[in-house]
């Protein structure tokens, strides 16, 4: 065989992305005999995870060259773990970017040319001794970002790109006897680099597992399997498609168990041949779907011509039918809705390196708030998703992995020329569509699978529409996805970023679906007022950046409305972020930017419902709500159930129906509903009757049996309803109060308590309860919150600035006091605020003879004056003031575009968890809809907030003004107060996009007259 040599200078050829790579194939595991394959232990596998050798480099010129050879002593290098990205263990900086890419301002670059200055190279060497009995080896690498070259003793074997796909050698030509030297050069940037410019973290390195392998005599290269209902879905046709490592004759014996262990196939063929089919009818399937995954185990036991097991493959297999009916997708013949989540393969502690545990965790949660999709946004992930996938019942959308939204997406308008990648470059084809072919040979089996997507913000063209004709010649049973169709216009080279409607396109074909980007609800209705002839799905909606996510029940909401919008995919699910060790040895959590990476797009990574170390947020509630499969509307004499699921009966769940009064739980019911999918039904209940108070009627569907994911009892949806028992109102004795006059101050004093107004600095100044002064610093109103990412997109806080000032600097201009007797004493401030109008707001104080201080804030508008951020009032108490307790919506913040998901309730909780620790300080810990929110001590000595009309609330370690001004949490100081803010209400969160799209005009706070009153007391 003739040696080959690696030509370096290739790495910039994007014709060349693979040198003596194997065919991809199946992901399908086989074992020697039976007892291997229970025990999930493979004799003809061997992991070469563990520590290698390894040399850093900063670019090609400074690698080490001839390291690969067998007599160059790398046992004295240093070891790095595989797998992990070399940026994590050390070696390089890690560095976030979304749509520029890495060298962007470093060095100008035509498409596929790489960085020479900045191109870390990693050179790996493993040594390893051949398992007796193996004749031939095989190595596969999982994952490789971006390229790698490999040789074995000294001899180059070959070359691979495709981060996100396996890339494997035969190693038996070049195999010695003994040990081995396996070395690996990893490059950072190669010409493939132009076709992965994902908004993720840019690492490299060997990140997934790396392993040895061998083949029997007789072994199944690859199988394809189709299982589809039939006969109007009642039963089902199997259909496999083998291929062989040779011709030879062999036995195949297939055995097909349902999920109750009960034997559907045992029979035995006999093959020759390189290829072979088998089939098979199965009568009373059981279908597989997100809500029922179910999941019949094959075995495939291959025998030799002598009868001789050689190896037992184990496979899933999964009966179902996704397709366009029309212009509906449709699963097992129903409509199908996705309940989806965008989902980056990340973790603060690992980067994409993902162990499988954390994949089930991600899985968990998901399921647990109602989430029946992903999208692998934006490339093939780790083969365990969709084997978990499978199992747990996800709908995914496996794409590619291509993404190339920096070389034609330019500062908001769209660029198509020479370097515009792929295109119609012929120089690309090949390359782009072996990275569709990879993804679909490895991944093809998996039930859960439905839609293969060309990749993600890579413009239009050719080459892609190529790559969608592929996936459906090569897989006919699946859909195709593409959103980036609607920028390539017929004619028309380059231009501002507007949407090309589909008869202005130039292959709209690619796509089986319209999917668009963030497109607005409104702007969804329109257009499908007009285009009809797709359904419509938002690959990506409700971004989530920081506290965001504001609005999404309008999305969510038309798919009851408008049959052809099927639902969309959350960006995205988890934040972004890396864990690290600062000089003073915290652990804190970094972000773009900090690593001294630049170009980078700083926090604009923190995008989860999720944190980046996969913790949930608080706006995981409102996702859970509006993914619910049923609606419940309950009253006082039974609750409707709208049974939105597609195969699901609501007898699979025990109905709860538990009342409260004021708050307080007073009596809970079990019931069953029996709703078939698609119906709506009620179920009629008597509540006891208590007196006079507020009631909430809550009712819930939980889980009667456990699952994978959650326990028995575990609520899948709720919905409540709210009503009011009038009744004579206690008459309380008058308690009296004493005023006292005085030069500067006025005190009005009362049975174990004391007000103190001052005159000269015209605020209140002091609140004594039981002889315990509750406020650190005078009360402040409140016309501002801490900026959301949100916020800082659309430009608010430029915008309504004045509100900011007005916050902080304030004249009291007119100072009044009045008296009621000895009952209450009024002190009503008039105050003129930092705002050009100027504008005044009047704060009324009433104090009486029980310690109740009322408190009136009223607004006269003023024309001219941007909208009002916030409306209330801010009290500095002191810092071991960290209990909570209100009656309010809970358990999670809440905001008036956010809080469908709610729970009207009695919650406690602290200060302290109320923060969420968003990448970027923000306003979080906001309640709506509150009755009372209490504050106080571990003793339960503090101040309770009350209204006679639901208002805002929240309690944080830091003002406004403290979180703004920081830009990481370890930013601010460790908490010397506690801030409790009661407000009339503040901006909706927003969240149909973080750089642009306000909030919604019906969320926010306008410049008009406002009034808002409450009462504190002492406790």
Known sequence: MEEKIFDISKLADSTYFADNRLPAHSDHHYYANEEEMLNEEMSMRQSLNGLWYFSYAKNLASRIEGFEKADYNCKIWDTIRVPAHIQMEGYGKPQYTNVAYPWDGHEELNEGEIPTENNPIASYVKYFTVPQGWNEVFVSFQGVDSAMALWLNGKFVGYSEDSCTPSEFDLTPYLVEGENKLAVQVYRFSSASWLEDQDFWRFSGIYRDVYLYTKPQVHVDDLFIHATPCNDYKDGKLSIDFKWNNENAKKLAVKLVDNEENVVIDTVQEITGATSVFTADVENVKLWSAEYPNLYKATFTVKDENDNVVEIIPQNIGFREFKMDGNIMKINGKRIVFKGVNRHEFDCYYGRAI????????????????????????????????????????????????????????????????????????????????????????????????????????????????????????????????????????????????????????????????????????????????????????????????????????????????????????????????????????????????????????????NGIVFADHAPTSKLQEVKFNYQNFTLVPSETGVKIINKSLFTNTSDYDLIIALAKNGKNVWQKKLTADINAGQTGEVAYTLPTFGAGEYVVTASLVLKQATIWANCGHEVAFGQYVFTKEGKADKKAVALIKVVKSDFNIGVKGEGFSVMFSADRKMLTSYKYNGVELIEEFPKMNFWRAPIDNDN?????????????????????????????????????????????????????????????????????????????????????????????????????????????????????????????????????????????????????GVRISSATPFEASALPYNPHELENARHHYDLARPHHTVLRASAGMYGVGGDDSWGAPTLDEYITKNEDKHFSFEFKGI
Not at 365 to 376: D, E, G, P, Q, V
Not at 822 to 829: D, F, G, L, P, W
Not at 850 to 866: A, N, R, S
Request: glycine residues 8%.
């Open 355 to 606: 162990p499988e545990s954390k994949i089930a965790h991600d899985l968990d949660i998901m399921k647990l708030n109602n989430i029946n999709a992903i999208r692998t946004s934006h490339y093939p992930n780790n083969s365990k998703l969709y084997e978990l996938c499978d199992i747990y019942g996800f709908y995914v959308i496996d794409e590619t992995n291509m993404e190339t939204h920096g070389s034609w997406q330019i500062r908001g308008s769209v660029r198509c020329d020479k370097n515009t990648v792929p295109n119609d470059h012929p120089h690309w084809h090949e390359a782009v569509l072996d990275r569709a072919k990879s993804m679909l040979e490895r991944d093809k089996n998996h039930a859960s699978i439905i839609i293969w997507s060309c990749g993600n913000e890579s413009y239009g063209g050719k080459n892609i529409y190529d790559m969608s004709e592929y996936f459906r010649k090569a897989d006919p049973s699946r859909l195709v996805h593409y959103e980036s169709i609607c920028w390539d216009r017929v004619n028309e080279a380059s231009g501002k970023m507007v949407l090309a409607m589909p008869d202005e396109r130039r292959y709209d074909g690619t796509s089986d679906m319209e999917s668009q980007m963030y497109t607005k609800v409104a702007q969804i209705k329109e257009f499908l007022s007009k285009y009809r002839e797709k359904p419509f799905i938002c690959c990506e909606y409700t971004h989530s950046m920081g506290n965001s996510n504001g609005g999404m029940h309008k999305y969510t909401d038309l798919t009851d409305e408008e049959p052809l919008y099927q639902g969309g995919f959350i960006w995205d699910f988890a934040d972004q972020a890396i864990w690290t060790r600062d000089l003073y040895g915290n652990d804190v959590m970094n972000y773009g930017g900090d690593f001294g990476d630049r170009p980078c797009d700083y926090n604009f990574s923190g």
């Open 793 to 941: 997109g659309c430009g608010m806080p430029f915008d309504t600035a004045q509100w900011k000032l007005a916050s902080m600097y304030t004249k009291c201009v007119d100072m009044q006091v009045s008296e009621n007797g000895t009952e209450s004493a009024t002190v009503k401030y008039t105050y003129e605020l930092a705002t050009r109008p100027v504008a005044h707001v009047v704060v009324t104080y009433t104090v009486t003879g029980d310690g109740v201080v009322k408190v009136d804030m009223d607004y006269k508008k003023v024309e001219g004056l941007p909208a009002i951020p916030d409306f209330g009032m801010l009290f500095t108490l002191p810092v071991d003031y960290d209990q909570i307790k209100y009656y309010g919506l809970g358990p999670c913040d809440n905001y008036i575009d956010r809080k469908e998901g709610g729970k009207l309730g009695i919650f406690t909780t602290t200060t302290q968890d109320e923060i969420q620790p968003y990448l970027v300080p923000q306003e979080c810990g906001n309640h709506c809809d509150v009755r009372w929110f209490e504050v106080t001590d571990r003793r339960g000595r």
